[in-house]
């Protein structure tokens, strides 16, 4: 490829969030945050700021064990804390915009430690009964590892901090780092700006009332091909239409968007079509016995919906996505993260290097800037060796002093290479899609074969090899939301170190609770206990889908059950994209996750490229601050419907509150009035309605 056209496709690939194309070549340097980098009389750090963090960081991280343990879902936390810190804040004497934000960096790292945790630790009670499994799932075991690894993730992001949200600040927007950066400024200047935010705010708050609660419209409209059609079996186009991810896809743009959702389009009508075509059910059932999915192929039930009667599917594209493709795509984003991480080590090295050097000199702290001034580098490497000291002194973790000393070396290594990952994972499409439970299988991968070369296959190596997973995934979703919190601090002039002793005090608060809720939800009623229950988690009520699969793989590896033949076809997937010259890792994460996500997002990329198109048709100004009207209203749409997601969460874990919600639902009366088709439509005609007037918000900034 010729120089320029390098150059052109480079500018072309990732278009940062409110800056027109003309301004990627942007440096660094010229960047002017709000508060600028010479004003240090602006209060920040301060016991105001730091309690009341604290505290969303427990209520967040709370209501994030709940929704993950219930549906394997969970919900962004930084911009519905700064937005409640705005309101709140006001109401106790006022703030200032760098104290907002040590309340949301703080809280955030509630949610996001409460997802890593969630998705893997609850596999400790799906091991091989000799593994003795069960008896780690303990208080302080998961105390232990939740801190730990949410510490292992901040630390990892300061010396990565530079490379990737510095110096690639034109590259990697960080959707909902910019947007709560956009929140932030405009409450602090208020007038439009704050108005068109809290507009959003509130359309999304309602929209997603109207869908979570009254069930007015349908949260996931679906058009799906049977499978007795003779052309196009168990194809698959839907999508979870909730303003969150319609704002996300504005905010990431149309090339990132149309990435990622080619990745799904792949899967879900390309991939599952072909399998549902050639392989019998029963063979689909027998793979998700395997997997764990399935009790047996005489027994009913999985998510695809098995009738051992009738040797059907309720749902075959479901069954296929869960026996094949999401070990397709954990292959695919394995891959591309390694592809990643080869392409960043310049980048990263130099970070290293500049630390080093600032460290050397002696006088880093002083000549910095406040901006730029992080922890010493001396703090992570001392923290990253303590974490595998600590590691092999606790005896109620599993394996020897030995086994557990190899654990903590293990869990340095790989929660490097996937903090790094997920950092620009999160850079491209944001913490909320943020694949962790696939990065997650690639740890699991790697370490089973560590073990496996070692000859650690016995049922005791299981629970050891499941420490190792969930603390990386731990360290791997704390770090997405760390660097999205980086990403705000960058825009909006905060002290890095600030942030960074936040985020490990927000880290110690939601340890303490996320083992206090695990274990509050996994007590059976006595009436359960005389059944012979003794878990809550793993049955109906709180399923905990990941740390199932989590379980399931690390059998499969370590009793060499493992399907490799499906991990291999993702990681050439990831390599033909390469060739291709499209960002690998983009499209390896749309091939994970359900269509469902990448869609919406996907039209919330479109409008954001319709309203530039026909902008620039007109000859209009293009919309070029991130504090244009299409940006904010965007950034409110992710606000309130993360925001109504929380709030439906909290009051669902009262079984008298959830009942009386339950009530108000008029679902049941639409089907009965209008069928399940013309509900779905009545979904998509709300959705539709939400696109139009974000595309009308987005084109005052043009007509300005």
Known sequence: MPEAAKTEAARNDVVPTGIASSEVTQTAAELQPYIPSERTDVAE????????????????????????????????????????????????????ILENNVVQTIGSAGESIAAGV??????????????????????????????????????????????????????????????????????????????????????????????????????????????????????TLNGDITPEYLGVGYIVGPKIAGVLVAGGVLAWLGLIPLLASVVPPDTIAMQLVKLGELKSITSPGSSGGWDPVTHTFSNTAVAIYRAYVRQIGAGAVA????????????????????????????????????????????????????????????????????????????????????????????????????????????????????????????????????????????????????????????????????????????????????????????????????????????????????????????????????????????????????LCGVKSLSFAVGAYLPLSTTAPIFVGGAIKGLSDYMAARKGEHVEESELGPGNLFSTGLVAGGALAGVVVAILSVNEGISAAISKLSVEQALHHTVGEGGYQLIGVLAFAFMGFVLYRISRRASQA
């Open 45 to 96: 750090f301060t016991p105001k700021a730091i309690g009341i963090g604290v505290v969303f960081g427990i209520i967040f991280g709370a209501a994030t064990v709940y929704l993950a343990l219930k549906a394997g879902l969970t919900v962004s936390a930084s911009i519905p804390i700064a937005v409640l810190a705005i309101s709140l804040l006001k109401k106790l004497g006022g703030s200032t």
């Open 335 to 578: 891959a591309g993260g390694f592809i990643t991480l080869l392409k960043t080590l310049p980048t990263i090295i130099a970070a290293f290097k500049e630390s080093l050097a600032s460290f050397k000199e002696g006088t880093g702290a002083v000549a910095q800037k406040r901006t730029e001034r992080d922890l010493p580098i001396t703090v992570v490497l001392f923290g990253s060796v303590g974490l595998v000291l600590v590691m092999a002194a606790l005896p109620f973790l599993p394996g020897t002093v030995f086994g557990r000393l190899l654990l903590g070396v293990l869990i340095v290594v790989f929660g490097f290479f996937f903090v790094t990952v997920a950092s620009r994972i999160v850079g491209i499409i944001g913490s909320s899609s943020n694949p962790i439970s696939g990065m997650t299988i690639a740890t699991l991968m790697a370490t089973c074969l560590i073990f496996v070369g070692i000859g650690w296959t016995g049922d005791v190596y299981q629970p050891m090899a499941l420490c190792v997973g969930g603390m990386v995934c731990i360290a791997a979703a704390n770090a997405g939301a760390t660097s999205q919190d980086l990403k705000t601090g960058y825009l909006v002039g905060a002290t890095p170190r600030a942030q960074q002793i936040g985020l490990m005090i927000g880290a110690v608060a939601a340890a303490i609770v996320i083992g206090l809720t695990m274990k509050l939800l996994d007590t059976p009623t006595e009436a359960l206990r005389a059944q012979g229950v003794e878990h809550m988690i793993g049955t109906a009520a709180f399923p905990a889908p990941q740390g199932t699969l989590m379980a399931t793989l690390i059998k499969g590896l370590l009793s060499f059950n493992l399907d490799w033949q499906f991990v291999l076809v993702g990681v050439f997937l990831s390599v033909t994209m390469e």
């Open 118 to 235: 969630v998705f893997t630790l609850p596999g400790f009670l799906f091991l091989s009964t000799d593994s003795k499994g069960s008896s780690f799932f303990e208080y302080w075991t998961i105390f232990t590892l939740a801190l730990l690894g949410g510490v292992l993730g901040t630390l990892m992001m300061v010396p990565l901090r530079r490379s990737l949200i510095v110096k690639e600040h034109a590259n990697l927007p960080y959707p909902e780092g910019t947007a709560c950066a956009s929140v932030l400024i405009a409450g602090e200047k208020g007038g439009d700006l704050a108005k068109i935010a809290f507009q959003g705010v509130g359309f999304a708050f309602v929209y997603a009332l109207a869908q979570k609660i009254v069930k007015l419209i349908a949260e996931t409209p679906a058009l799906v091909t049977k499978q007795t059609n003779k052309f196009f079996p168990s194809a």
